[in-house]
């Protein structure tokens, strides 16, 4: 135990590994030799970086004489698996398919007692059966078998990291051969994150093969609420004038049709990031305490808001371009503006005046508040700013873009063309959902309401959930 | 060499509390016991966090009893606030309001010895009396408090630090009990920032109390500048119109007055930008010499560039959003623009294609420089790049926009309609600070002043600065 | 209380120095006294980071008297250089010109045995002779000189980092040394990366002289293309009409000529991007194995596909900002959307609508790809991710591409009045190359070709590269 202890102990370059360097060979300059089983293409990135970090690097190879001149760079011996083994002093890596771990058993002494890096990618997302690494783990028992860097490109090991904050996933069930990979990945520039034991291998070596699961709800929403809108004014706008007066207004399905279905989307979409929160204040005034948990429902929605706003922004900057757009090709444009522009008088003059500010101070908001989910802009922020950004400015976008629907929908609102087929406009529909968030939060602003929601967010219960009087007391205090 | 090797094994998991941990329970993969008082929400984040990271987590309650179940992860034990110190081996968080503090004082023996986190915020920024944490190490002299995480939203911990770059302030009186705070943070995924002694709980208890205090300088002048110019419009434009000659312009109070007003606030914001570096090379050169320093309101104004910078971007880009939104509703559009539109020869369609690509250019190199101001982006730059981007592209930005202002009111300076009321029109007065700064940094260029300067910035020190001649020779190797 | 104590100290900062300073001067916060030689710039905001990370600071001056009051924080102790050396328990910043190094040699004996740190840069780019921290070595044999800091500016030393992802590179030949200045710079909130030998300190040296070195070839290329498609339309728009009929178009040089190159010159990038993918793979195909390296021309190539896209990015963005612009003149505009509204019929409405929607979603995917060209973006994401967001998006982007310029030109490449002197229009020359890069790797996702592809890059190889069968199964598990 001891050894170990010490080598793992040292702060960060494993010190006993630095202390042999430097006294059996100086001209390592006190960096450990590190080993790499495999000699393709992970393991020539990682050679790389590792050199470039100032590790010998001894790479093992089923027949070392193949392996092309030049194709690993200087510094790095190319050797016999069991060469590599052996020179290697306490880190292995194993950069070899998990199909062919079995080939290695012949090494099982050599590895004993060293670290042994698993860096192999899960193939498939079910679970149930053991990780690669847990595999390897079982095949090599007197070895330490640490699972790292799967998460990390080769190309972004061949690059180095630009910035430290490339996060590298690392579990192990011995702590000190964990923690000497740390030392190590935090050397070669990256930023490790310790998830604990070798179990954990099951979930990092099936990261890399999630694509944005985070996104998943919020794409659907927006898919599915372009889709029924885009519909509603094919059907309003197109079908049924051709149906009914033979008009043709195809031509309108790429631009103008996408363009009234845009906004509209945007809109709803903008509601639905702060309904949630709503729902929640108002469970917790119903329920007249915080230690109730919300149902899943509420909270998955809550953790989605960030995807829910960025696809707002995504159609509100893309109805942006379409309306400009749309100015090019004038004389085919039916979109309200250019209707404006033939029958202006001072008074809709005012109108689009106004609609166009809203709508473009709505969109700077909504960009600003896009910009604070980069992660090094949002990391810059604290508390206060965040929730000034998210909560304040949020409601702001919010009020800004329904005064810019009402604005541009105000007295066609009135014309009985509007209902044409006894079919609201579309900017109608959009409005429902946004005005109720926007009213709500009025409500909870009003002192009675707030006041109350503030107390039961320090801990305060209502009597109704409390047996008896001085429970209050005893949970007032939990933060 | 064997008590700094083991002073070193602390690095990256404290290694005391992980041998005991790997000796007394194996199985828990050498992660010490944490403890936590408290059951709020920090409570349930921070374990979450805590057991993701993959420690054992113990959560001490009032009466574990009615937690209800669920709220906490599996892997934390809910217990009782003494059960919970007692069995945690190390790092105790609490987790409760401040001025519940005292109601810990039973807990005293437990805690002897102990590392005790307090993540408390200040409520108010007043200075003065003691921080959270100081009144928390009066009350338990024999544990050692270390101040942090209060800068870390509950939101943070549930969800991780997306990447490694999201800073933890840390402070305390007991180093080691730091060091292990700091290595904690760092397994959570958080980048520890050590701010020294206690004291230091200070300032960072109300660090999350500031609301963007960089910005306060930039936002004041350029919401002045905003309002005089829009005045100055509004009476040239609108009311002394109305008043002279009846003329009913109030429709263009929301876009084309906005939109006359905003680029020259943001022309001279541009200037406000470069205006301090001129200022500190002339004081350098009349002074002779960079060892005096330079008046605090210069030292601010430096600091505060970067935020005028991207205030003019933004009302820059917002000017080029609404100059295109009033192509919409060209007949009331009485901008320039149009006005040639309507009377256009060769030769002003050179002046407003060339006005054009002189806005669109210095747009442009802004958008470049506001990139730059991205954490990851400057990270990423070298000083050579940092300055070539902001003094080259930035005067490029200066002088092309100042190009796009003259263009643009070329011949239109030379009608008399432009002085109506005997007031010159806004962009030659926004023009005057601009050119100013462009004509002191030609000078500066000059040879003659540009050399001395360069000499005086490497150390060397005009005579009148120096009692003796040997003196310079000393002070010149400065860096 | 002696272990932990050590053992914590020497978490993060060098353990014994810890150990005396707690012992010599508790009031020391058991952080160690750093030394600092030289008061300049550099010297004086390294001082303020030191002090506001709770370090002990002694700046060394030649004759400190004169330094003027308030230059330098409190907790800052200004003294003569050798009371500094001596004063500084374990490390020394050495913060004056390299040509100076010499002058310090009397204080040999005060900096033996301690960590001199060199933060000079290189002041020119050319190789050969020694760096300054190998020349400073040279000077202190007994002393452990460690490079690093200088890629910090003092800036961003006065400021701190604001996220933890800010790299400073360090290398020395003694890795204790080293490994002590690590945990120094972590401590001042930047993120330490090791580069081994003070041999590195060459390339260290000159990082900040650098301009962006990867952007050359990029930009070099962009430049060309815009140089050559710029003169083709000047000679075919301009030079040529004049000449043949006098016409003068010579108003068109800044807009409508640069908008019609800009274009092709980004078509033509976003080919680029994908080119050197395709080459590989054929290359790979054709040789039956992934064994044998790419032409370094290749390589080279491949490292700058980001830079090419946001190239193409760029001119795209530019393009589309000139297209809205132009609209402002339209009396003059020329370019094809214009000449349409002239004589519009719904079938080039159609054709219109269509190549404009391509064009904001070709420009809208290009943004997302450009999005995770930020590394904090980009750092968020995985493999499959980024290969998604890469290949997938970019193809998609290209794919547009293509079709808004054939929407464009879809018609006038069949009037005659297009080929005018028998040039043919540009948007055709701009299609061959991205046409050929969508058709081939259309090739290659044929399931006979794709494959073998994937077979070769799992490490399988033709027989030809094979001298003996059994050969394949041992490359086989290559990674």
């Known amino acids: 135990m001891k050894t170990p202890l010490l080598a793992g102990s040292d702060a960060d370059a494993d ?6 360097a430097t006294e059996s060979l100086p001209q390592r300059l006190g960096n450990p030799v590190i080993g790499i089983i495999g000699s393709g293409d992970f393991s020539r990135s990682l050679a790389i970086r590792l050199v470039a970090s100032g590790f010998s690097v001894v790479v093992g190879s089923r027949n070392p004489k193949r392996i092309p001149k030049g194709l690993f760079p200087d510094g790095v011996e190319l050797r ?3 060469e590599a083994v052996d020179s290697a002093e306490r880190v292995i890596f194993a950069a ?37 690494a847990e595999q390897l783990a079982e095949l090599f028992p007197q070895s330490r078998v640490v699972k790292g860097f799967n998460v990390i ?21 011995c702590s000190d051969s964990k923690a000497t990979v740390v030392q190590l990945t935090r050397r070669l520039g990256f930023s490790p994150v310790d998830l604990g034991g070798l179990v954990a291998s099951r979930d990092i070596e099936k990261a890399p093969l999630h694509l944005f699961p985070s996104w998943e709800g919020a794409t659907l929403v927006t898919f599915l609420l372009f889709l029924f809108f885009y519909g509603y004014n094919v059907v309003k706008h197109v079908l049924l004038p051709y149906l009914a007066h033979g008009e043709h ?42 230690y109730k948990r919300f149902p899943s429902w509420l909270d998955r929605w809550m953790c989605r808001r960030k995807e829910l706003g960025l696809m707002s922004f995504l159609c509100a900057g893309v109805h942006a371009v379409y309306s400009i757009s749309l100015n090019f090709i004038s004389p085919t444009n039916i979109n309200l503006t250019s ?26 908001v909504l960009t600003l508040l896009a910009l604070t989910s980069l992660p090094s802009v949002g990391n810059a922020l604290n508390w206060r700013e965040f929730t000034f950004m998210q909560s304040g400015l ?14 541009f929908g105000w007295d066609f609102a009135f014309f009985p063309e509007a209902y044409r087929y006894y079919l609201p406009p579309v900017y ?52």
Chains 1, 2, 3 share one sequence.
């Open 15 to 20: 010190a006993d590994a630095d202390a042999d």
């Open 339 to 364: 209707f404006m522009n033939q029958n202006l008088t001072k008074q809709n003059v005012w109108r689009s005046d106004l609609y166009l500010s809203c709508g473009i101070l709505g969109l700077g």
């Open 153 to 173: 490109s080769a190309w972004a090991l061949q690059t180095g990291a630009h910035d430290g904050s490339r996060q590298v996933l690392i579990c192990s069930d």
């Open 96 to 132: 070899i398919y998990p199909e062919h771990y079995s080939t290695l058993v012949g090494l099982r002494d050599g590895l004993a007692g060293k670290v042994l890096v698993d860096v192999s990618n899960a193939t498939r997302l079910d679970d149930g059966e053991l990780s690669n």
């Open 249 to 290: 207004n195809f031509y309108q399905l790429p631009l103008e049709t996408v363009n009234q279905t845009l906004p509209a989307v945007a809109l709803i979409l903008l509601g639905l990031v702060y309904l949630p929160g709503l729902v929640a204040a108002v469970l917790q005034l119903a329920r007249g305490t915080k």
């Open 394 to 407: 949020g409601y702001a976008a919010l009020t800004l873009s329904i005064m810019h629907t009402l604005f």
């Open 428 to 479: 109608l529909l959009a409005l429902i959902l946004p005005c109720v968030v926007l009213v709500g939060r009025v409500l909870l602003a009003l002192p009675c309401l707030a006041l109350r929601l503030a107390k039961i967010r320090r801990g305060w219960e209502s009597s109704h959930n409390q047996p008896n009087q001085q429970r209050q007391q005893l949970l007032a205090n939990q933060m």
């Open 80 to 82: 016999s698996q069991r």
